[in-house]
C-alpha cells in the first residue's frame, strides 16, 4: 500500500511469493481416475486392495474398508427390496457420521441418486429443498 496508495485492499495478496508457491505444492493433488467408474465402484477397488485399512473414522468409531463395503452392501439390498434403482431420489436426513457414510455408499450402490438433507437446516429450508426435487411426501 505504501508504493501504491490507490491500490484495493481487496488486491493486497495474503501470501508471500514463497507461502504461494508452497501452498501450490502441497495442493498438487490432481489424480486421473477412470472415467467410466461410478464413486462406488472406486470405493469397491479400494476395498480390494485394502480391506483391512480403515476406511472412515467419526468421533471414536471407526470401519474398515471391508466393514464399511458390508455395511453399504447391506443397505444397497434393502433398498433394492423397497424398489430403489437406478434415478431414484433417495433422501438421507442424518446428522454427520459414519451411518451417514453408510447411508450415502448404500444409496449409490443401490443405483439411486441421493438427496441430502441436514438435520441442522430449518424446516422451511428442508421443504423448499424437497419441494425442488419434486419430492412426493
Known amino acids: 500500500m505504501v508504493t501504491n496508495p490507490l491500490q484495493k485492499l481487496c488486491e493486497l495478496p495474503l501470501l ?4 504461494q508457491q508452497q501452498f501450490k505444492t502441497w495442493n498438487n493433488t490432481a489424480a486421473n481416475y477412470p472415467a467410466n467408474l461410478c464413486l462406488h465402484q472406486l470405493f469397491e477397488a479400494q476395498v480390494e486392495r485394502t480391506p483391512d485399512t480403515i476406511a472412515v473414522i467419526f468421533e471414536d468409531k471407526y470401519l474398515s474398508y471391508a466393514a464399511l463395503n458390508d455395511k453399504a452392501n447391506q443397505l444397497a439390498h434393502h433398498l433394492h427390496s423397497l424398489g ?3 434415478e431414484v431420489l433417495v433422501g438421507i436426513f442424518i446428522e454427520r457420521s459414519i451411518e451417514m457414510v453408510i447411508g450415502l455408499l448404500g444409496i449409490l450402490k443401490a443405483g439411486g441418486a441421493y438427496l441430502p438433507l441436514d438435520p441442522t437446516y430449518p424446516t422451511n429450508h428442508l421443504s423448499s429443498i ?7 411426501c
Open 16 to 19: 508471500t511469493e514463497t507461502e
Open 84 to 86: 430403489i434403482k437406478p
Open 130 to 136: 424437497l419441494e425442488d426435487a419434486e419430492w412426493e
